[in-house]
């Protein structure tokens, strides 16, 4: 039996083998990965996934130890973009957080970034300890400051007084000694005082 085809036959066949409709391009993830991040703080990460027909889920798996089984959640789309996120808590003794993300599209073809045995490392810092403002420390000062100010005016005030009234007596009376002390005199006083916070 002789078998003849035609090139419309052809045309039919290699319709029937490859349909137009047929889905075979995977979801492109465009994620750029930040490699640093605070502990005990929320973490986010975004990507942008595009496919030429449609996405139908965007997951994120990750982990905290290397050999931990990864979490999966998935990552919403942010309304009106082809971005996708996915925030995720933190210990305050964390490390790192490993990952990778997942995306399909309609047509079941799927694409990672990142991958189980390979995963995206986020390293974490411990967040840089409380340090005493520099508005802290001086209400410390005013606080402190103030009153111990005010006992060294008192303590100069009661200096010159003792000053005044000793010279006031030894000018024996007015008998020609040391003349009495004028309220305009000048009298030179040097009162040397260290402060107790230094």
């Known amino acids: 039996m002789l078998l003849v085809f035609n090139q419309s036959s052809f045309a039919f066949a290699q319709a029937q083998v ?39 889920y965007v997951d994120f798996h990750y982990r905290g130890t290397t050999n931990s089984d990864y979490q999966k959640v998935s990552m919403a789309q942010v309304a009106g973009t082809a971005n996708f996120a996915a925030s995720i808590e933190t210990e305050l003794g964390q490390s ?6 997942e995306a399909a599209d309609t047509g079941g073809n799927r ?9 995206l490392v986020r390293d ?20 402190g400051g103030v009153g111990s100010k005010w006992l060294y005016v008192g303590l100069g005030a009661l200096a010159v007084g003792l000053l005044i009234s000793a010279s006031s007596s030894s000018d024996g009376g007015g008998d020609g000694g040391t003349p009495p002390v004028e309220p305009d005199d000048e009298v030179p006083l040097t009162i ?5 916070l230094n």
Request: charged fraction near 20%; aromatic fraction near 8%.
């Open 18 to 56: 490859v349909p137009s409709a047929l889905d075979i391009d995977p979801p492109v993830i465009d994620h750029e990965s930040l490699e640093i991040g605070v502990a005990g703080q929320l973490q986010l990460f975004s990507a942008l996934v595009v496919d030429d027909r449609g996405i139908e």
């Open 96 to 101: 790192k957080i490993e990952y990778y993300i």
């Open 111 to 119: 694409v990672l970034k990142g991958f189980p045995f390979f995963p």
């Open 124 to 143: 974490l810092e411990l967040p840089p300890t409380a340090k005493p403002s520099t508005t802290d420390v001086t209400s410390n000062d005013s606080n």
């Open 192 to 196: 040397n005082i260290s402060s107790p």
